[in-house]
Nanobody, 119 residues
Framework: QVQLVESGGAEVQAGDSLRLSCTAS????????MAWFRQAPGMERTFVAS????????NYADSVKGRFTISRSNIKNAMYLQMNSLKPDDTAVYYC????????????WGQGTQVTVSS
């Protein structure tokens, strides 16, 4: 099983930018679709963005479209989330997730990284 570790979370002001990273170990990410999820205080975990194994297709939650960009580097065995124009509602723990093309659900998760956006 692949292991995932997120990094890059911080406390920032509204309008600022952050770049989150997800680094994999145990095996290459070339066989995995990847995604970012987030969980705000007192809320359920929700989908943020996803990317196919070769980076050809991406998908975004309506709340982040036009502001966030998901990308990946299979050479570096890593995935990224560029977050621009951050809002206080973006405050959450952000999680990296992975699944094979044969699996419907994301079953492999990182430990999460905290993003806090102050107004």
């Amino acid at each position: 099983q692949v292991q995932l570790v997120e990094s890059g979370g911080a406390e920032v002001q509204a309008g600022d930018s952050l770049r989150l990273s997800c680094t994999a170990s145990g095996q290459t990410l070339t066989s995995y679709h990847m995604a970012w999820f987030r969980q705000a205080p007192g809320m359920e975990r929700t989908f943020v963005a996803s990317i196919t194994r070769n980076g050809a297709a991406t998908n975004y939650a309506d709340s982040v479209k036009g502001r966030f960009t998901i990308s990946r580097s299979n050479i570096k065995n890593a995935m990224y989330l560029q977050m621009n124009s951050l809002k206080p509602d973006d405050t959450a723990v952000y999680y990296c997730a992975a699944k094979t093309i044969l699996t419907a659900q994301y079953a492999t998760w990182g430990q999460g990284t905290q993003v806090t956006v102050s107004s």
